[in-house]
């Protein structure tokens, strides 16, 4: 069975500094790879998404993302952090496009950001 | 756009009793999914739904029943509800390949 580990629990940051947050998947084929942020009370809005080709993907509020085959990594990066950033952070993955609706969680990283 | 709705947004049961939550997308989305979020497991697959008259179960359905009459609703029926099934409870819904849309939750407290 597919399996996601996000290894960071909660992150603290200061605002206007550089965040990586890490997700390995275990798969024994490429999956469908997709990062969402949550804020408190709220639901969970898509930041990006990598189905095929560049494995540099471009998301909203500046957030990137990088599919590593060889390391069975998907960690997202931001170049500079802002206080509104502060949320948590889900990798998820599917088999294909065509079971886009049966994700897999990892079990997220809450992001503090510090003033 | 309303997006995804899911009524109630909290509710407070007792062991045993049932209800239903509700899930509605205005998107016309053919893919609709449940998921149930607890403390430090991330989401999991409750049930979901590639049409309308289609259903199949996820990773965690025990407990829980669904149905898909229609391509708006996707209402998640608990029978007989157990503290276990405590949680905060998440629809969503997409265009088949394509990343789905969360509704905002429903906290579920069982007693």
């Known amino acids: 069975a597919q399996s996601v580990t996000q290894p960071d629990i909660h992150i603290t940051v200061s605002e206007g500094a550089s965040l990586e947050l890490r997700c390995n998947y275990s798969?024994?084929?490429?999956?469908?790879l997709f990062w969402y942020v949550q804020s408190p009370g709220q639901g969970l809005q898509l930041l990006l998404k990598?189905?095929?080709?560049?494995?540099l993907v471009q998301g909203i509020k500046g957030f990137e993302a990088e599919f590593k085959r060889s390391q069975s990594s998907f960690n997202l990066r931001k170049p500079s952090v802002h206080w509104s950033d502060a949320a948590e952070y889900f990798c998820?993955?599917?088999?294909?496009?065509?079971?886009?609706?049966?994700?897999?969680f990892g079990t997220g990283t809450r992001l503090q950001v510090t003033l | 756009n309303a997006g995804v709705t899911q009524t109630p947004k909290f509710q407070v049961l007792k062991t045993g009793q049932s209800m239903t939550l509700q899930c509605a997308q205005d998107?016309?989305?053919?893919?609709m999914s449940w998921y149930r979020q607890d403390p430090g497991m991330g989401l999991r697959l409750i049930h979901y739904?590639?049409?309308?008259?289609?259903?199949d179960q996820g990773e965690v359905p025990n407990g829980y029943n669904v149905s898909r009459s229609t391509t708006e609703d996707f209402p998640l029926r608990l029978l007989s509800a157990a503290p276990s099934q405590t949680s905060v409870y998440f629809c969503?819904?997409?265009?088949?390949?394509?990343?789905?849309?969360f509704g905002d939750g429903t906290r579920l407290s069982i007693l």
């Open positions: 969503a819904s997409s265009y088949p390949g394509q990343p789905q849309h």
């Open positions: 798969y024994g084929a490429t999956p469908y």
């Open positions: 990598y189905f095929s080709g560049d494995t």
């Open positions: 998820a993955v599917a088999l294909n496009t065509g079971t886009a609706s049966k994700l897999t």
């Open positions: 998107m016309n989305h053919e893919y």
């Open positions: 739904s590639v049409g309308a008259g289609i259903t």
